[in-house]
């Protein structure tokens, strides 16, 4: 199993509220991302961070905004939750220098806003 | 669009039978990536294959690569109810230095 961590699970939160998706990994990674994930369907990436104070947008367009303070924390935040922000999300890392960029995931927070 | 394009979509089987997937990816890669996805859970790395290999087992599992074809296969052998899953192939943007994720093939094994 790999050390990366998402809290919550799960969570259901009524539109309009401000959320924060946790991630934090113990294996040192300096390379962080978050995917977005309709059950069953492809894995979007809405962000990336190269290291501490770098953050940048992935493929899929989101409202969602991320930090890097510190190493093994990469929160994903939502200023105003809506309905279409419903989806699994899911976080993950790998080393800077690796030769195959093998990602380990977090398993996953599930957002449902009503 | 995503690199990477599974085949089938969806496969259904009994306990013991192979099981095949197949990857098309658009670019020239470094390596491709398999991974499982158990239902509501993270992706979980299985095996990778560079581009310079064509064939890569592990245990269960044997994968292909055909570069002129753009093009992985993914096979499970004597497959268990326990290989129930989503399984996708990955391929490394080198740029970001970010994995893209294909589709995904929902496998699933009858007892």
């Known amino acids: 199993e790999a050390d990366i961590y998402q809290t919550p699970r799960y969570l259901v939160i009524g539109t309009g509220k401000k959320i924060t998706l946790e991630c934090s990994q113990t294996?040192?990674?300096?390379?962080m991302y978050w995917y977005q994930q309709d059950p069953g369907m492809e894995l979007h990436l809405i962000h990336y961070?190269?290291?501490?104070?770098?953050?940048e947008k992935g493929d899929l367009s989101s409202e969602s905004t991320v930090s890097r303070i510190r190493t093994e924390h990469f929160p994903l935040t939502l200023e105003s939750a809506r309905p279409s922000h419903t989806s699994q999300y899911l976080c993950?890392?790998?080393?800077?220098?690796?030769?195959?960029?093998?990602?380990?995931f977090g398993p996953g927070t599930r957002l449902t806003v009503t | 669009s995503q690199q990477g394009e599974e085949d089938p979509q969806a496969l259904s089987i009994q306990e013991g039978e192979n099981a095949t997937m197949n990857c098309s990816y658009k670019?020239?890669?470094?390596?491709l990536q398999w991974y499982r996805q158990n239902s509501g859970r993270g992706l979980v790395h299985l095996i990778l294959?560079?581009?310079?290999?064509r064939e890569k087992h592990s245990g269960r599992l044997r994968v292909t690569l055909d570069t002129s074809k753009k093009s992985s296969s993914l096979l499970i052998t004597a497959s268990r109810a326990a290989d129930t899953a989503s399984y996708f192939c990955?391929?490394?943007?080198?740029?970001?230095?970010?994995?893209?994720f294909g589709s995904g093939t929902r496998l699933q094994v009858q007892p």
């Open positions: 993950a890392s790998s080393e800077w220098d690796s030769s195959t960029y093998e990602q380990y």
């Open positions: 294996m040192g990674h300096d390379k």
């Open positions: 961070s190269y290291g501490v104070n770098s953050t």
């Open positions: 670019t020239s890669i470094n390596n």
């Open positions: 294959i560079r581009s310079n290999e």
């Open positions: 990955a391929t490394l943007d080198t740029g970001r230095r970010a994995l893209t």
